[in-house]
């Protein structure tokens, strides 16, 4: 298991309430990491022949950053943060 996300889990939703995204996502992520950094990664599936899973020519899309800097977190969003990991908003009509 990543090691951030064992030591940090609380630190790590605190961060995802503040900022719309949700947890339970993140930590069902693919990802990358070492002991100072975790990138999660969302993999594009080929939908066209699905029996091989991930499409070799789609590179996963990075999702989120995460660094541990001096015993603290530090979170690096991307462009694609808010569509993977967001959470997703019904407007109630009135």
Do not use: W
């Amino acid at each position: 298991m990543v090691k951030i996300f064992e030591r940090y889990k609380k630190e790590i939703e605190n961060y995802c309430a503040e900022n719309n995204l949700l947890a339970n996502k993140v930590f069902r992520s693919a990802c990358s990491f070492n002991d100072t950094r975790v990138v999660l990664q969302h993999p594009e599936f080929n939908t066209a022949e699905s029996v091989k899973g991930l499409a070799d020519d789609v590179p996963a899309k990075v999702t989120l950053f995460i660094f541990l800097e001096n015993g603290k977190l530090r979170f690096e969003q991307t462009e694609h943060t808010r569509k993977y990991l967001g959470a997703i908003n019904k407007a109630v009509a009135v």
